[in-house]
């Protein structure tokens, strides 16, 4: 079992930053790869960025050159740094960890995004 914790949510104007956080806690030795995705009214979730165990990372095309993926292992704890924020960044930012050798999914609760025009 594994849980996870979002922060750093808010609203923001267009052009600004955020850094979400996500909280591990539990069987995180477990953990294969942790994953932000975001969901927007009406939308699909979809991922913005990951980065696994070993350290590799990916991202969405649409946030490339402006968020970053980053984890603190002493703290199990991940974080996306979010620069020049959009309008259509605007969404509810899931963490998901995909854990154990069935890459089972756990979700966070989401944090909301807001950037404003």
């Known amino acids: 079992q594994v849980q996870l914790v979002e922060s750093g949510g808010g609203l923001v104007q267009a052009g600004g930053s955020l850094r979400l956080s996500c909280a591990a806690s539990?069987?995180?030795?477990?953990?294969?790869?942790i994953g932000w995705y975001h969901q927007a009214p009406g939308k699909q979730r979809e991922l913005v960025a990951a980065?696994?165990?070993?350290?590799?990372?990916n991202y969405a095309d649409s946030v490339k050159g402006r968020f970053t993926i980053s984890r603190d292992n002493a703290k199990n704890t991940v974080y996306l740094q979010m620069n020049s924020l959009k309008p259509e960044d605007t969404a509810v930012y899931y963490c998901?960890?995909?854990?154990?050798?069935?890459?089972?999914?756990?979700w966070g609760q989401g944090t909301q995004v807001t950037v404003s025009s």
């Open positions: 539990g069987s995180t030795f477990s953990i294969n790869a």
């Open positions: 980065i696994s165990s070993g350290g590799s990372t």
């Open positions: 998901n960890a995909r854990v154990g050798w069935r890459n089972k999914d756990y």
